[in-house]
């Protein structure tokens, strides 16, 4: 089963697409993730990303398509994958399109988490995300059992970068922008399916589920 997750900034993709790893065992491929694991390692991605995603911008596409695309041979995306924040432009996705059309494959479902911007700002100032797993709580909405610490890995707990309120504001702007299309492309496709993101993310989850099929 091969899914995309939409969805603006703080929607709750990468929540929801933690829980749908899990229970279809498939990997969830976070771009996000991604950039932020080689900023924390310095690598040259990491510092091209980095100026971009501290801005509240989209990084390049050119510097997105391939690293998705080469993800896809590794062994663990046999049974498929779950997208979270790939992709985000039109380009991404006709990329994405054509590279599955070359292997006679398809997108199964793109999945519309909906939460209008006020609920988004609000969420973004209480996350607090893992440097050890990326996992992602709320001091309210979710909190770790233990202060400052992540319930599955033991690790640290920060702010992120981009989660300041000046960059939230920029980066729902770019998603009305370049990604918000994305729902239309999908729609077209007859793919497309929209959950209520507001409502408790066990209940999120369950819409999706219904959706998916248990
Ligand atoms: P990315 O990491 O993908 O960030 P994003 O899209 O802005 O989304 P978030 O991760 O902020 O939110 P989410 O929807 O995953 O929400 P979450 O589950 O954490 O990308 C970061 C940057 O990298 C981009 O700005 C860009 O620069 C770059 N980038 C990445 N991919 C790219 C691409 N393909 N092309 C170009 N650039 C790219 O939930 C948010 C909070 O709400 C959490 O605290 C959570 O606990 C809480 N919460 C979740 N669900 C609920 C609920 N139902 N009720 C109450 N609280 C909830
Ligand atoms: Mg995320
Ligand atoms: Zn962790």
Do not use: W
């Amino acid at each position: 089963m091969k899914i995309i997750m939409l969805g603006a900034p703080g929607a709750g993709k990468g929540t929801q697409a933690k829980m749908i790893a899990e229970k279809y065992s498939i990997p969830h491929i976070s771009t996000g993730d991604i950039f932020r694991a080689n900023i924390k390692n310095g690598t040259e991605l990491g510092k091209k990303a980095k100026t971009f995603i501290d801005a509240g911008q989209l990084v390049p596409d050119e510097l997105v398509v391939d690293l998705v695309i080469d993800r896809f041979k590794e062994d663990d995306c046999k049974n498929g994958y779950v997208l979270d924040g790939f992709p985000r432009t039109i380009p991404q996705a006709e990329a994405l399109d054509n590279a599955l059309k070359a292997i006679g494959d398809k997108v199964d479902f793109a999945i519309d988490v909906e939460v209008p911007d006020e609920n988004i700002v609000r969420r973004m100032g209480g996350r607090r995300a893992c440097v050890g797993c990326g996992a992602t709580y709320h001091v309210v909405y979710n909190p770790t059992k233990e202060e400052g610490t992540c319930d599955t890995c033991g690790g640290e707990l920060i702010v992120r970068d981009d989660d300041k309120p000046e960059t939230v504001l920029s980066r729902l702007e770019v998603y009305h922008n370049q990604t918000q299309p994305l729902i239309d492309y999908y729609k077209e496709q007859g793919i497309l399916k929209s959950v209520d993101g507001t409502v408790d993310m066990k209940d999120v989850f369950k819409a999706i589920v219904e959706i998916l099929g248990a």
